[in-house]
């Protein structure tokens, strides 16, 4: 028994030292991995407090190492030096809500018959090389085909394309389906069919849970849903137009809510108010407001961002034409009668929501009628401003939060650890939120995109 015992502490001495010696191997292939410096710029770091003038960010492989001021912080020899001077330094967007399979074409049905075999492989890397030039650095995918956006998200997050990080929900779990949709809405029919769908779509890898419609699923069909994602540790977001759609969502536990829409309504009812203050403390509420906006804008105000450069660039000939055909006349398409009513009712609507105490996530609807994805997530911080939002909350709303609201602490912030997804803006978006527009250089994981 004794030789026994000394032999075992003898393994485990040599296995100690054999643990040293990989970490002193891990250690020293770190110390030797590119040091990347963006020095000199203001920075806004995510968590809300007073920006850091004369910063500096050193970047070691894929991870911040460090945060200072210049002067302070000394720049490692070799170091490759990114000045950001005269500019703001951030933490890369979130956009909580985009669509990858879609590019901003008006006829959905359309678009859905005759591009459905081109998604995966143009248009959704379209899309995500969009985003992530526009300093949106990590999205969450709000509905399409299981295999594609998992095959995009997985090429993406192997270097093989440009795009942000992406969290996908895969098709939407509803009550009912038409068939040209079938290929990203899924139904379910009774609570056992609930939860294997919902168990079909964990098994596959997705990020995380998407229903629709839920007022017209029963309460144990929708509790099977956020029980099975729960229980796989995902979060469930609910699409959240009618005021029954928010009290179903919320009596089966939902962590995220999106839109601000309730139709045509002018405002919540007291008692789904006074259920959303209940759960104000764990409730994401995400309301894609400026894509309704957008349209009387676009036509109202300035029809020639039809015509952005960008658009022509970044889509191959045909679908140029295609989408920019589509958006002709844009003041008949049905898609937005109901828009023009809904928008005089939106700024009460986002103040009861806000009075909720819901914390507030960024979340733009990309790709849907002329929001084109490199145009779209400063707009909806635009709009936040504009709704009386401060905005160093609409940053955080567009950074900290929806890390919060992903569990990912490695993300959402510029801070030592945390994984180096940064971007520089010519102007300060605490005085104008256009600036996020001007996107000087995008870093995403530590690799330099621009
Ligand atoms: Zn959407």
Redesign the pocket.
């Known amino acids: 028994m004794r030789r026994a015992g000394f032999r075992g502490a003898t393994l485990l001495l040599i296995l100690v030292g054999l643990l040293f010696a990989v970490g002193a191997a891990v250690a020293q292939r770190a110390d030797s991995e590119p040091v990347l410096a963006l020095v000199g710029g203001r920075l806004i770091d995510g968590y809300g407090g007073p920006p850091l003038e004369n910063s500096v960010i050193l970047v070691r492989g894929n991870r911040i190492e460090a945060v200072g001021r210049e002067g302070e912080l000394e720049i490692p020899e070799g170091a490759r030096v990114i000045s950001t001077d005269g500019y703001t330094v951030l933490p890369g967007l979130m956009d909580m809500?985009?669509?990858l399979m879609i590019l901003g074409h008006a006829d959905y049905d359309y678009w859905f018959r005759e591009y459905r075999d081109r998604w995966r492989d143009v248009i959704m890397p379209i899309s995500a090389r969009e985003l992530l030039l526009a300093g949106v650095t990590t999205v969450r995918d709000?509905?399409a085909p299981l295999e594609d956006i998992l095959a995009v998200r997985d090429r993406i997050a192997r270097g093989e394309i440009p795009g942000p990080r992406v969290f996908a929900s895969g098709p939407f779990l509803q009550k009912r389906v038409r068939p040209l949709e079938g290929a990203f809405r899924w139904t379910v029919n009774g609570p056992e069919d609930a939860r294997a769908k919902t168990q079909r779509l964990i098994d596959a890898g997705v990020d995380l849970i998407k229903v629709i419609d839920q007022d017209r699923m029963t309460l144990e069909e929708l509790q099977a849903i956020v029980e099975t994602a729960h229980a796989a540790g995902l979060h469930v977001t609910a699409?959240a137009h009618r005021a029954e759609e928010i009290r179903q969502a919320l009596r089966a536990g939902v962590d995220s809510l999106?839109?601000t829409g309730l139709a045509t309504q002018p405002g919540y009812p007291e008692d789904v108010l006074a259920m959303l203050r209940e759960r104000s403390a764990s409730l994401y509420w995400c309301p894609?407001i400026e894509g309704l906006y957008l349209y009387p804008y676009t036509v109202d105000e300035f029809p020639e961002r039809l015509d952005d450069p960008r658009l022509q660039q970044d889509l191959p000939p045909d679908i140029y034409e295609d989408v920019r055909r589509s958006l002709e006349n844009p003041e008949r398409m049905p898609y937005f009668q109901l828009v023009r009513r809904r928008v005089p009712t939106l700024a009460h609507k986002f103040d009861q929501m806000r009075s909720t105490g819901v914390t507030l996530i960024t979340?733009t609807?990309s790709?849907?009628p002329m929001n084109f994805h490199f145009d779209s997530t400063w707009r909806e911080l635009d709009a936040f401003v504009r709704l009386g939002v401060d905005p160093m909350a609409a940053i955080q709303a567009a950074t900290f939060w929806p890390a919060r609201l992903l569990g990912r602490d490695d993300l959402g912030a510029v801070a030592p650890g945390k994984l180096a997804d940064i971007i520089v803006v010519d102007g300060d978006p605490l005085r104008s939120m256009e600036a996020l527009r001007h996107v000087v250089h995008v870093v995403k994981d530590g690799v330099v995109y621009k």
């Open positions: 809500h985009v669509h709000m509905g699409h999106e839109h894609t979340g609807d790709g849907i």
